[in-house]
């Protein structure tokens, strides 16, 4: 390809909406721009390296025996609202405002709707369906670049099973190809333990990639490999002791003290003397959750030990339920269910909220006062604390969830009657597993690792070009004879090149662009060497130069690449 005749709008300058380096430099090298929020368009450079990554996608799972559909964005509503996920998905599903229509998020509920009854008998299952296709979630917060689209292309693969042993081949099955097609892309990873969120389902393992820019959190012990999203993450933290005597319950005025630090400093007390309370409604119930201190409720883990819909009650919802308002609401006398965390389990001579605006009650001795309350791991795991499983000390860190397997059951089945008939003549429902890889999280990945101060560092296969052919004075006739042949001879050995062949260009600005743009080798052809029948290359990665003969440069080429 030409420099001269394509549209790569490299910038010098970093942009003012970019913050994590993927995204800076995908700006920077030409290769996405954005339209609006969350939605970017794929310049022709970008979208080079993102066909790379969709062939090696469709190989490996062509390899594990995928099935490549092609299913609608547009999806009629009433097929998501058999299985109740317009609800579950809430203000992230997209609706297409005149029509009974939405964007699909991902496709569990399509795979089921042509299963049902085309699948007809065991002899036709196992089967794995899967596609590389643009899906639409309307994210709250789009930031970090590509990583987090409104729209966004994934590989959603389906397995479809007689039974939990045929899922647990599929599921198996796809790990295998996640780890080969993250091994190809060359990028560095590792597997946690997940939670199935809005798909449901029970086991899921995610694909992650340690990165500052990530908003995934995750815990992971060195010594044992124990790995897990914070969201789902156990360690061992210290219960806070049972002091020996307990003191009698009392009240106190505490005025304009709204929060547990506020709470500390008026009493003058440490905050693990204290249990914060949130209130909660779980399938039109209220219950309150009694955390230590200043320890936030952990939202995924409250859905799954709860079950059912969880959502935090409204602020104008507290008073009615509880008496109080936010800053004042405590266990002693709550009329409805309580629950909290394990770390309370032995609390006693506790500072809570009062039910009653400007009030705190003190010395509360959990089993004593809140009987009924039942305990649970409802916190989420920090930095330093214990693992769950071999007790050495947990790594907190942030991640990028590059991809997602699912073992879902027979959610979708069921709530679409997706059966099948057994050897016996027996309806059952048809097992599913999901799978999803965010095609444009392995791009940014890519560049989370590797770049330096210049720009992109690309490496095979994901590089859009192996050469980087730079014609230092286009305007000189030797100098542009040269690089015209050299750039056929290179194309016909088989390499893909890139050339600045610009005139007006000058040597630094061809050099910047070069470093910036990060193919792996430069090719810097220039009237002093050639006059000596040389040719300049350099290794973008390590930034080594070798001026070399003409005669020797295949060889040379094959080695570097
Ligand atoms: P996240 O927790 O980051 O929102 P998710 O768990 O909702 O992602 P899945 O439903 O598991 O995502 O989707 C499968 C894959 O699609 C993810 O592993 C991720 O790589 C990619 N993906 C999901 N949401 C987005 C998005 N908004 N933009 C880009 N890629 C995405
Ligand atoms: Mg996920």
């Known amino acids: 390809m030409r420099v001269s005749r394509s549209f790569i709008p490299t910038l010098k300058e970093v942009p003012n909406d970019a913050v994590i380096q993927s995204h800076i430099l995908m700006i920077r090298a030409g290769l996405v721009r954005q339209l609006s929020a969350g939605i970017y368009s794929w310049l022709p450079l970008g979208y080079k390296v993102i066909r790379k990554i969709i062939d090696i996608i469709r190989e490996e799972m062509n390899a594990i025996g995928g099935q490549e559909f092609h299913f609608p964005g547009l999806n009629p509503k009433e097929i998501w609202e058999q299985t109740g996920r317009v609800e579950a998905f809430g203000d992230i599903l997209f609706h297409i405002k005149n029509r009974e229509y939405v964007l699909a998020p991902t496709h569990e509920e399509i795979v089921a709707y042509h299963a049902k009854g085309a699948i007809a008998s065991y002899k036709d299952l196992p089967q ?22 409104r729209q966004f292309i994934m590989k959603d693969a389906y397995t479809l099973d007689r039974d939990d042993a045929g899922l647990d081949v599929g599921y198996a099955l796809h790990d295998k190809a996640y780890r080969a097609i993250f091994d190809r892309c060359g990028l560095r990873y590792f597997v946690v333990g997940a939670s199935s969120g809005a798909m449901g389902g029970s086991k899921s393992e995610e694909f992650m990639v340690k990165s500052d820019a990530g908003e995934d959190t995750v815990a992971y012990c060195e010594k044992c490999g124990y ?62 959750v009694l955390m230590l201190g200043n320890d936030e409720v952990n939202e995924t883990k409250l859905g799954n030990v709860l079950g059912g819909n969880v959502r935090p009650a409204h602020p104008e919802e507290l008073k009615e339920i509880s008496g109080a308002d936010a800053g004042s609401i405590g266990p002693i006398d709550f009329p409805h269910r309580i629950i909290a965390d394990n770390l309370l389990k032995d609390g006693n001579n506790l500072y809570s909220g009062a039910n009653k605006n400007d009030f705190h009650i003190g010395g509360i001795d959990l089993r ?35 991809g997602h397997i699912f073992k879902l059951g027979t959610k979708y ?47 095979k296969p994901l590089n859009p070009f192996d050469i980087h052919l730079i014609g230092l004075n286009m305007k000189n006739e030797m100098v542009s004879k040269a690089c015209e042949k050299l750039y056929i001879d290179l194309i016909a050995e088989g390499y893909e090149v890139l050339f600045d062949d610009r005139l007006e260009a ?41 001026v070399v003969e003409l005669t020797q440069l295949n060889s040379i080429l094959k080695e570097l690449i």
């Open 413 to 459: 089945s069921d709530a679409l009657g997706v059966l099948y008939l057994d050897e016996n003549g027996k309806e059952r429902p048809i097992v599913m597993g999901s799978y999803g890889i965010g095609v444009e999280r392995i791009f940014a990945c890519f560049l989370e690792q590797n770049y330096d101060e210049k720009g992109i560092i690309w490496k």
């Open 506 to 546: 000058s040597a630094g600005f061809k050099f910047n662009d070069a470093d910036l743009l990060g193919m792996p080798i430069q090719l810097i052809v220039g009237e002093k060497n050639l006059k000596d029948g040389k040719v300049e290359v350099k290794n973008r990665k390590t930034g080594e130069k070798k």
């Open 128 to 149: 794995i369906w899967y596609q590389i296709q643009t899906k639409f979630r309307n994210e709250p917060r789009p930031r970090s670049g590509v990583i987090r689209g």
């Open 227 to 288: 790995a897990a999203n914070a969201e789902v993450a156990q360690s061992v933290a210290a219960l806070i002791p049972h002091q020996k005597e307990s003191k009698k319950l009392f009240e106190i005025s505490t005025p304009n003290v709204h929060s547990i630090d506020e709470l500390c400093t008026f009493l003058k007390i440490d905050e693990h003397e204290t249990a914060k309370s949130r209130i909660y409604i779980h399938d039109a119930k209220p219950i309150l």
């Open 368 to 402: 004593r006062d809140v009987s009924k309350c039942e305990y649970f791991d409802l916190r989420t795991a920090e930095n330093g604390e214990k693992c769950i499983r071999c007790g050495s000390t947990l790594d907190v860190f942030k991640a990028i969830e590059l």
